[in-house]
């Protein structure tokens, strides 16, 4: 196993239990973290739908390789969801505080395991 295959394994770790601790930093953070209104059913629905992508993000840490169609689209997804609520921070003043939080975690997310993950494996290769 080389070096840049553990450090993914450890981002992927780190990622998958950020993932899962996003309801507590929206309460900890609501300004930088919470949608409004606060506690709204999209917010509940976002919660749920990244603390499942933790879970797999979690079980694809043990053998990355396998799981590259994941990792692709949690770099892309979290690419879009950053740059969307970037623009929507940007355009409401209200949610400014996401400029400072859950947006600059997503683009960093999308940046670091692109980074990590191998480009000479393409997923779903037969």
Do not use: C
């Not at 239990?17 to 999209?42: C, M, N, T």
């Not at 969801?81 to 996401?98: F, K, N, P």
């Amino acid at each position: 196993m080389n070096e840049r295959h553990r450090y993914l394994q450890i981002a992927l770790v780190v990622v998958g239990i950020a993932f899962l601790l996003i309801y507590p930093l929206i309460e900890i953070w609501p300004s930088g973290w919470g949608w409004q209104p606060e506690h709204s059913k999209s917010e509940q629905m976002v919660v749920g739908v990244y603390a499942t992508l933790g879970v797999f993000l979690l079980g694809a840490a043990r053998k990355p390789e396998l799981h590259l169609s994941l990792i692709w689209f949690t770099v892309w997804s979290s690419a879009v969801h950053g740059l969307i609520m970037a623009v929507q921070a940007v355009t409401d003043s209200a949610e400014r505080g996401h400029l400072f939080g859950d947006v600059p975690a997503l683009i960093l997310v999308a940046i670091v395991l692109a980074l990590l993950t191998p480009r000479d494996m393409v997923p779903m290769q037969e």
